[in-house]
């Protein structure tokens, strides 16, 4: 039987994954308005290079949360959380330090970095390390 912070975990850590997919997918289907949900404005309309480095990012890495996820690959999972952490820290000191950047546009980027590190350490401290036998 699961315990409740299992369940938790393992719900944020799906929710986070899909929304990544989505994030991900929607820089490819609509780059203009996920630049203006992101918190910036490059004001570039004809050339949407950054948008398509952003959204392959996203897409990649939701979608590896969500496959160590459904394999039940919590430890990896873990790992990956705290090491990612780093996106939405660098994301939001790119909206911070845009000068017309929306108010509301830094608690996306805060709520995912309180994520990646409350997550990924509750799955590293929890999870045995796997035994290595020698051979």
């Known amino acids: 039987m ?7 975990a393992y719900f944020i850590s799906l929710v986070t994954g ?3 997919v989505f994030i991900g997918l929607r820089f490819f289907l609509s780059p203009l308005a996920a630049e203006a949900a992101f918190g910036i404005h490059t004001g570039i309309t ?3 290079e950054f948008h398509y480095i ?4 996203d897409l990649a890495t ?3 949360t969500l496959a160590l ?16 952490s780093i ?3 660098n994301d939001f000191m790119l909206v911070l330090h845009t000068p017309d950047h929306p108010g509301w546009a830094i608690y996306s ?9 409350t997550v990924g350490a509750y799955y590293l401290s929890t999870t045995k390390k796997p035994v290595s036998y020698a051979v």
Do not use: D
Request: a positive charge; glycine letters at 8%.
């Open 54 to 57: 952003k959204g392959i990012r």
């Open 109 to 117: 980027h805060l709520t995912a970095i309180l994520i990646c590190l």
């Open 18 to 20: 899909a929304f990544m």
């Open 62 to 64: 939701g979608l590896l």
């Open 87 to 89: 996106i939405p820290v």
């Open 69 to 84: 996820l459904f394999n039940k690959e919590y430890r990896s999972l873990g790992w990956l959380m705290l090491c990612m």
């Open 46 to 48: 004809n050339h949407l």
């Open 2 to 8: 699961k315990t409740g912070s299992q369940k938790t």
